[in-house]
Nanobody, 127 residues
């Protein structure tokens, strides 16, 4: 089993920055990739970004490209999501998730490919 704990959420003004962290523990050897998802009130949970363990391949949703950066620290088993240029539409609960499956451009953003999920951290961007 893999456990994930998110941190770093909060309230920020539009244009500001936040850095989310996802601490991964447990059977991490079985983890192929870590993804970040978000869910705004009344909306479906959507994929934001993902990073693979083997070659650190990264994926981003079009809505965050150029503003968000995902990175991983293998020494601490932590995945970070640096969010710059935040907009009110980025307001959501952000979740990290782990998968043991191989991912590609058509899989990384689909919830069904991820088995383990964190509890989420709230990000609120005021206008």
């Amino acid at each position: 089993e893999v456990q994930l704990v998110e941190s770093g959420g909060g309230l920020v003004q539009a244009g500001g920055s936040l850095r989310l962290s996802c601490a991964v523990s447990g059977f991490t050897f079985d983890t192929n990739a870590i993804g970040w998802f978000r869910q705004a009130p009344g909306k479906e949970r959507e994929g934001v970004s993902c990073i693979t363990n083997s070659n650190r391949r990264t994926y981003y949703a079009d809505s965050v490209k150029g503003r968000f950066t995902i990175s991983s620290d293998n020494a601490t088993n932590t995945v970070h999501l640096q969010m710059n240029g935040l907009r009110p539409e980025d307001t959501a609960v952000y979740y990290c998730a782990a998968t043991s499956f191989g991912l590609n451009d058509n899989r990384w953003f689909r919830r069904a490919w991820y088995r383990y999920w964190g509890q989420g951290t709230q990000v609120t961007v005021s206008s």
